[in-house]
């Protein structure tokens, strides 16, 4: 049987970067579980999570 990953409702997420670790680990559990559809669209999100605009590119010239 597969392990579903629990996730407190009380639990906060302070900043962009703890919510993307978040989603790319259950990304990982649901690679892992099989589910490649929904690791790729989880990978996405972390990806749209972590995306600034305004911000500075980290890319260097």
Do not use: C, W
């Amino acid at each position: 049987m597969y392990e579903i990953a629990e996730i407190e409702a009380s639990a906060r997420v302070t900043s962009p970067l703890m919510l993307a670790d978040r989603i790319l680990s259950l990304a990982q559990d649901a690679d892992r579980a099989g589910y490649q559809s929904a690791a790729d669209r989880l990978l996405s999100l972390a990806f749209h999570v972590l995306d600034r605009p305004g911000r500075a590119s980290l890319k260097r010239n």
